[in-house]
């Protein structure tokens, strides 16, 4: 019984985070998942709906940094992405 909870669990978080990563193929993945395990159709929702908080959150935090972005030094944007970095763009 323990370990179905975990994995019913597991699902309704991966679902969560399907969306708030805008992953289609992991939250069609999931919750195909999730109904195969037969968990409740109002449990799927609030994880989808839990994604979609962390998704909004996440977007309304982007938007503030994009804002602040272009006033930046040019400094900081060639540790991440400048010639030799490991940053985002290599």
Do not use: W
Not at 54 to 67: D, L, P, R, T, V
Request: hydrophobic letters at 40%.
């Amino acid at each position: 019984m323990k370990n179905q909870m975990e994995e019913q669990m597991r699902e309704l978080i991966a679902i969560g985070a399907s969306i708030a990563a805008h992953c289609q193929p992991c939250l069609t993945y999931h919750i195909a998942k999730a109904k195969e395990l037969g968990i409740d159709t109002h449990l799927v929702s609030g994880a989808m709906e839990v994604g979609h908080m962390i998704e909004k959150g996440s977007m309304s935090a982007m938007q503030a940094f994009a804002k602040s972005a272009f006033d930046a030094p040019p400094q900081a944007a060639a540790a991440c992405c400048g010639p030799g970095a490991k940053g985002c763009c290599t």
